[in-house]
């Protein structure tokens, strides 16, 4: 029997990896991409950082990380701080400007 294949959809656990904040001074970004709980920012500026290639520059944004919203706008302008987890860039503390 087909056991379940390819029923539901399992949610990934990327904002749950343990993190590393590499930002002293918060940067700003663009939101590009909403889907729901998680998104995608373009920073305004070039992050100089070995991961900062990934995921074609984005930095992973959590809805978690986004204090009392419950979602970010695509195309507005934010601030976060950045951290590194095992995947990539991800943002911290993000907030709408």
Do not use: Q
Request: charged share 30%; hydrophobic share 30%.
């Amino acid at each position: 029997k087909d056991k379940g294949k390819g029923k539901g959809k399992k949610g990934g656990d990327g904002h749950l990896l343990p993190r590393t904040r590499i930002t002293a001074e918060k940067f700003t970004g663009t939101v590009t991409t909403w889907k729901g709980k998680y998104g995608w920012i373009a920073p305004s500026e070039p992050i100089e950082h070995e991961k900062a290639s990934l995921h074609n520059g984005g930095i992973f944004v959590s809805i978690n990380d986004i204090g009392e919203l419950t979602e970010l706008e695509k195309d507005s302008l934010v601030e976060f701080h950045i951290a590194e987890d095992s995947s990539g860039l991800c943002a911290e503390e993000c907030v709408p400007l």
